[in-house]
């Protein structure tokens, strides 16, 4: 089973930016395809972005195309999500998920990850 732990949410003005870490407890990270989704309340869990194994290839939601940023340092076993212009729509619990395989950038939704980080609570001030 690999761990995740998410770190470095917190309370940002709108207009403003975080970033988010998440570590993972595995061998070969390398070779999980990993995700963010955020949840907020009341909402089902939505899919923000996810990053290939290798290449570190990203795809992003509509929403925050142009916004966010994924990346991940292999060596460090960790993926990052960098968010700027933050919007009071982008408070949620945000959740780091992995998939161990060669996916690419395909896998966009939650039942698609068998791997979840405990989350992180993101709050934007308008």
């Known amino acids: 089973q690999v761990q995740l732990v998410e770190s470095g949410g917190g309370l940002v003005q709108a207009g403003g930016s975080l970033r988010l870490s998440c570590a993972a407890s595995v061998r070969s990270f390398s070779g999980y395809a990993m995700g963010w989704f955020r949840q907020a309340p009341g909402k089902e869990r939505e899919f923000v972005a996810t990053?290939?194994?290798?290449?570190?290839?990203?795809y992003y939601a509509d929403s925050v195309k142009g916004r966010f940023t994924i990346s991940r340092d292999n060596a460090k076993n960790t993926v990052y999500l960098q968010m700027n212009s933050l919007k009071s729509e982008d408070t949620a619990v945000y959740y780091c998920?992995?998939?161990?395989?060669?996916?690419?950038?395909?896998?966009?939704?939650?039942?698609?990850?068998?791997?979840w980080g405990q989350g992180t609570q993101v709050t934007v001030s308008s």
């Open positions: 998920a992995g998939r161990r395989g060669r996916w690419g950038t395909l896998l966009r939704k939650a039942e698609q990850y068998d791997n």
């Open positions: 990053i290939e194994g290798s290449s570190s290839t990203p």
